[in-house]
């Protein structure tokens, strides 16, 4: 058996992620799960901690090939990656990174509200072509202060955004699992009835099964004409044929999107709308918020295998 503990797992980790990783704790490195059987026996034999980065499915099968694996800590505060039923009946830790990226997510939330609504797509090629000198001017556009926006889940990230759009004096309407302290906030028991009353509806659940398809075609229809789409949760919690088919026919006005079913291959179709504004998930993607990311599951790993506390765990 090797004396490595650490295994770190993920192509996503950028150099440095690694090697700060690397320079707490001896560590081995796989591209992803999928690749946890190329390494030597002997070397998985010893290990007990995994920093997983990434969104490829991490199951049980994967988790038995390491004998002595104690905690998966996850870069991010969205683990739907990681089957945690399976991990928990192995008596294995998951962890993840909440808190400390609730405000850049929010910030890009509100940023994709007013890039879609005020077309600065367009309003950047405009300036920047030279066309503004040519022909002029754009389109109106459209008032973001002061109009109604429902919030998919109001948990860290959508209480943060909430908090943010109230200081642009809009109307704050949600859906969670139960209603909250929220004076001056409506409160809607499905996601339906809060499309049918807003122009906005910005998703900010969690991932994994139980949220897959949650705002459905009938809620993309009650958003209506109007309605704008902010998703910087995850691809899979709308139904993404149903909102291509409402962005196409136009019977909803547009969508800022940072996830998709399918990434990084967005479907052929996200290519030809002009009512959409795209980022490729980067959402927790400033320099800030990824070393306190890494710092946090850095700090996980270390509780233990120093046999302290887990921080921020999951189950
Ligand atoms: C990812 C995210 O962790 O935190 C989350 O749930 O989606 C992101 O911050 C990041 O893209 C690294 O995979």
């Known amino acids: 058996m090797s004396d490595t503990q650490l295994l770190i797992c993920g192509t996503a980790f950028t150099q440095e992620e690694r090697d700060r990783l690397g320079a707490a704790h001896p560590a081995l490195f796989v591209g992803g799960p ?7 026996e002997g070397l998985r034999a010893g290990i007990r901690a995994v920093a997983f980065k990434g969104h490829t499915p991490f199951g049980g099968e994967a988790m038995d090939l390491l004998p002595q694996l104690g905690v998966i800590a996850n870069f991010g505060v969205g683990y739907d990656a990681i089957d945690v039923t399976a991990a928990s009946a192995r008596n294995i830790k998951v962890t993840n990174t909440p808190d400390v990226l609730s405000d850049d997510v929010a910030d890009l939330a509100v940023a994709l509200m007013l890039a879609q609504a005020r077309t600065m797509i367009l309003g950047h090629a405009q300036a920047a072509s030279g066309r503004w000198a040519t022909e002029g001017a754009i389109p109106l556009n459209r008032k973001v202060s002061g109009s109604t926006v429902g919030i998919v889940g109001l948990g860290r990230i959508g209480r943060e955004i909430a908090d943010r759009l109230a200081a642009f004096k809009m109307d704050i309407h949600y859906t969670s699992r139960s209603e ?3 004076p001056g906030w409506t409160y809607h028991g499905d996601v339906v009835s809060l499309a049918k009353a807003v122009d906005f509806l910005v998703i900010a659940l969690v991932g994994g099964p139980e949220t897959k398809g949650h705002v459905s075609r009938e809620a993309i229809e009650a958003l209506g004409p109007r309605g704008v789409v902010v998703n910087i949760s995850r691809g899979s919690t709308i139904d993404e044929g149903a909102l291509l ?3 196409e026919a136009r019977t909803i006005a547009g969508a800022g999107l940072d996830v998709f079913e399918n ?7 996200f290519q030809k709308l002009d009512n959409v504004v795209l980022q ?13 990311m890494a710092v946090l599951q850095l700090d996980n790993v270390s509780a233990f295998l120093a046999g302290r506390d887990l921080l921020t765990p999951v189950n």
């Open 280 to 292: 490729p998930h980067q959402g927790s993607g400033t320099v800030e918020t990824r070393t306190d």
């Open 245 to 247: 088919d409402a962005l």
């Open 263 to 269: 990434e990084p291959n967005l479907d052929p179709r």
């Open 34 to 40: 999928d690749e946890m059987g190329s390494l030597d």
């Open 180 to 182: 909250k302290e929220t």
